[in-house]
């Protein structure tokens, strides 16, 4: 009961997550997006920091709305007490415990600083952070005054701190082990423009974007991790298959057949459900790491991302739709039929490899739209398929798209398009972020 007290009383010393808490209880089940324009958030990371630190006390019902559990009733019905005065007092007794250091290009996390906070009682959370420099010292001084790390373009760790930040870290582009003085090592986003300089670095981020050191060594050979289920899967009558991510990490293959494994990673349980219902099934997860096999015969697949981080490795599937508000997703297609890839990004990053080579014919479709975060794409189509493409409505951010090598202004359409018996049709639609799309005949 103390625990449960002590985690209620640090989520409302925060008076975003006392007003999420009370949106929720006050008016009902709420989407993530409408929770943004209802607490008027530009950004959709910080959201999504304040959620995770809240996941033991909301939940999402049938329609991805969140909604208040036990403990996020309680919270409620305290906040309501506390009201008439006295929550002032508890917010000043525990905002000291967390620092938030976040929206920074660089920042360098020394030794003296960490025994500073130690030396205070404060733990540190970095998020939203282009390249995140962490000095050589001690592992439990690192794990006395690092919360976590989420969000995160690049960070930098001396070896002996593998572990100990990969257990902290959630969302995280990119994690490189150094040797030696981090003098030698640091990274460094050089000055202006300010806005240009990050969408650089995001889209340089992207064209390498590797999740393996999540799934070969985060969630596997350097880090221990438990089985806890594993099982095949009747997916026969599947045609819809729906993915949940909101931390952990899961690997998708296509198969001829369902199977499922979930592991334990770390100290925390996974929390994953899985269900069928008709002709659809559903994947959910929070914590932990999870392969899955899906059948190559499924009509569509449907993805959200708001953490977390999922890899995919998909065979002849006609439809992909997916939606990210954090974390990150790398996506490869291989397809001898047409396939429709839609993506809604508002926040994270996303990565395509769409390989039809040997398609013959038929109506391909990529409709990409961006508020935020990034996007990039790799297509390879047959010499013979044409292409129109479009940039439409980019109201801000970063916009290209090259076929051939050859940038898009405007709209773009290769003669012979409408006769073709096999077409590609590109939309590129942005108000905020960054999108590379390449296409490229072979």
Known sequence: MNEELDYILSVISNELRRKIIKIIGEEGPISYTKLMKRLDIKDSGTL??????????????????????????????????????????????????????????????????????????????????????????????????????????????????????????????????????????????????????????????????NLNWVFDVGMGKKRRRELIHEGELNLSDISRFNIELNGGAILVKSSDKGYIKVWKTGLKEPEYDFKVSGDSARLYLMNGYIEIEIPRNINSLDVDISGGAIKADLTNIPKLNTAISGGSGDFKIISEKPVEVYSNVDGGAIKYIINLRKIEGGESKIVNKLFGGAARYHVTIPSNCKVKASREKIVGGYSIIRINGLNVRGVYKDIGYDESECRMEVIDELDGGASVIEVRRE
């Open 48 to 209: 999504g920091f304040h959620i995770k630190k809240m996941n033991k006390m909301l939940k999402r019902d049938d329609l991805g709305e969140y909604t208040l559990n036990e403990v996020g009733i309680k919270a409620y019905n305290l906040i309501k007490e506390l009201e008439r005065g006295e929550i002032k007092t508890i917010h000043e007794k525990t905002k000291a415990k967390t620092l938030l250091i976040d929206d920074k290009l660089n920042f360098d996390y020394t030794r003296e600083m960490a025994e500073k906070f130690r030396r205070d009682g404060v733990k540190v959370s970095f998020t939203d952070i282009i390249n995140l420099n962490i000095h050589p010292m001690p592992t439990e001084l690192f794990e006395d005054t690092v919360e976590s790390i989420t969000d995160c373009l690049n960070v930098k760790i001396p070896k002996e701190l593998y572990p100990s930040v990969v257990a902290v870290s959630d969302d995280v582009f990119n994690i490189s082990v150094y040797e030696g003085d981090i003098s030698k090592h640091r990274s460094k986003v050089p000055g202006i423009p300010f806005l240009s300089t990050i969408i650089s670095s995001i889209v340089n981020a992207l064209s390498s974007l």
